[in-house]
C-alpha cells in the first residue's frame, strides 16, 4: 500500500492517537536494511523538485509538527538533502513577536508560504495556535477554538492558488521521548538542544496529545491532508515522509517547460560563436609560437623576455613587440580576420 494512503488522515476520521503505533517499521529490519529504498527516493525527490522549480506553476509547503526531541529538524535536514536548496525556504515559528502578536495568526504564516516553484518547510506552524495555545490557554477558548475553521479556509486559499499542502504529525512515544532528551545530555554535541522547557512541556503531554487529536481531526481535509507519521524509528521517518512527497509528486505528472526562444535560430547563433572561438583560438596559438624566443637568440636584446613584452635595446631604448607570426594565416581563418594579423616584419 502506499504511504501516503497509509499514513494519512482521512477526512472526517476521528484521531486517537493510541491507535497508532509510533514504533512501526513496516516491513523493514531496520536502517540498512532500509538504506537503499532512502537513496533511492532521495534521488527521485531530487529531480522533482527541480521539475517543480523549473515549471514555476506550483509550490509545495511541508508543515512539520510533533512534540519536542520529535524529530522536525532532522526531517528538514533529510528533505533539504535532496533538494537543491535554490528552490527551498525554511521558516521556524517560535512565540510570536509583539509585531506578529498585534496581526491576526494567520499573518506571519502567509507571508512564508512558498512562491510558485518553491517547497517551502514548516518547523512548526499556524497549528501552534490550536495546540501549545489551547494546552497552556494563551487564549480564550472561544477564540482558539474558531481556529480550525479559519485554518481549514487558509489552507484551502493556498491550495486554490496552487500550493500543495502536506502535514506531517511525527508520532514519537514518550518513552522515546525521555531517550532522546538523555541523549541530548550525554552528547556534548546535542547539548545546545536542551531547553528549560522540554521538562516543563513534558508534564503536558497528555493535554498536547488531545490537541493534536482534535487538529488532526478537524483539519485534515482533501485539499490539505494530514499524515501520522511512525517516528520512534528516525529513519523510517525520514523513510516515509520522503516516499510521501514522491509520491505526492509523482501524482501531479509535471513535465520540464518548452524552451522560450527558437531553438533553430540559438543553433545557428552557437555553431556561429563556436567557429569564431575555434579561429580565435588558432589565432593566438599561431601568435604564441612565432612569438617565442628563438634558441640561437641567446644574445639578442630582450631574449628570455616575456612573448609579447616589449624589449630594450643595449641603450635602454624599447625596441617594439614580438616579432609577428610568419607564413600563412592558420587554416580556417576567415577572410577579414587577415587584418587582425600584425604586418609582416621587413627582412
Ligand atoms: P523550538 O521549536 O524548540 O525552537 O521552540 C519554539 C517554541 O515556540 C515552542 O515552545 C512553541 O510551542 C512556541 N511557539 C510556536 N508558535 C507559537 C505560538 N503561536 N504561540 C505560542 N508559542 C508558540
Ligand atoms: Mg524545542
Known amino acids: 500500500m502506499k504511504y501516503t494512503k497509509r499514513f494519512r488522515v482521512n477526512p472526517g476520521q476521528r484521531v486517537r492517537l493510541k491507535d497508532f503505533d509510533p ?84 499573518w506571519r504564516i502567509h507571508s512564508a508560504a512558498p512562491a ?10 499556524h497549528y ?49 521521548q525521555l531517550r532522546r532528551f538523555e541523549q541530548r545530555l550525554d552528547d556534548p554535541t546535542k547539548r545546545w538542544k536542551i531547553s ?53 509528486l509523482e501524482a501531479l505528472d509535471m513535465k520540464l517547460p518548452e524552451p522560450s526562444v527558437d531553438l533553430r535560430h540559438i543553433r545557428r547563433e552557437y555553431h556561429a560563436a563556436k567557429r569564431l572561438s575555434t579561429v580565435r583560438g588558432e589565432l593566438s596559438a599561431h601568435i604564441r609560437s612565432a612569438s617565442a624566443p628563438r634558441r640561437d637568440s641567446t644574445t639578442c636584446a630582450g631574449a628570455g623576455r616575456r612573448p609579447g613584452s616589449p624589449g630594450r635595446s643595449p641603450a635602454g631604448a624599447p625596441v617594439g613587440r614580438a616579432s609577428p607570426p610568419r607564413g600563412r594565416p592558420p587554416r580556417g581563418t576567415p577572410p577579414n580576420a587577415s587584418r587582425a594579423l600584425p604586418r609582416s616584419r621587413p627582412r
Open 23 to 106: 514504533k512501526f517499521k513496516d516491513h523493514h529490519e531496520g536502517h540498512e536494511a532500509a538504506a537503499d529504498e532512502i537513496e533511492r527516493d532521495q534521488q527521485k525527490l531530487r529531480g522533482l523538485q527541480e521539475l517543480l522549480y523549473a515549471d514555476r506553476q506550483s509550490s509545495l509547503l511541508i508543515c512539520l509538527q510533533g512534540l519536542d526531541a520529535g524529530g522536525k529538524d532532522g526531517t528538514i535536514s533529510h528533505i533539504l538533502g535532496a533538494m537543491n536548496p535554490q528552490g527551498c525556504r525554511v521558516t521556524g515559528f517560535r512565540e510570536p513577536s509583539v509585531e506578529e502578536q498585534a496581526h491576526d495568526f494567520l
Open 116 to 125: 510558485r516553484g518553491q517547497v517551502a518547510i514548516f518547523n512548526r506552524s
Open 128 to 176: 501552534e495556535d490550536v495546540l501549545v495555545v489551547r494546552v497552556h490557554d494563551l487564549v480564550p477558548k472561544a477564540v482558539w477554538s474558531r481556529r480550525y475553521d479559519q485554518i481549514n479556509a487558509f489552507e484551502k486559499e493556498l491550495v486554490e492558488n496552487k500550493t500543495h499542502v502536506l502535514k506531517f504529525f511525527l508520532h514519537i512515544s514518550k518513552r522515546e
Open 196 to 248: 528549560e522547557s522540554d521538562y516543563k512541556e513534558r508534564e503536558f503531554w497528555t493535554d498536547y496529545v488531545a490537541a493534536y487529536e482534535a487538529a488532526l481531526t478537524h483539519c485534515s481535509t482533501a485539499h490539505a491532508p494530514w499524515f501520522v507519521i511512525p517516528s520512534d524509528h528516525k529513519w523510517f521517518r525520514n523513510l516515509a515522509i520522503g516516499r510521501i512527497v514522491v509520491e505526492h
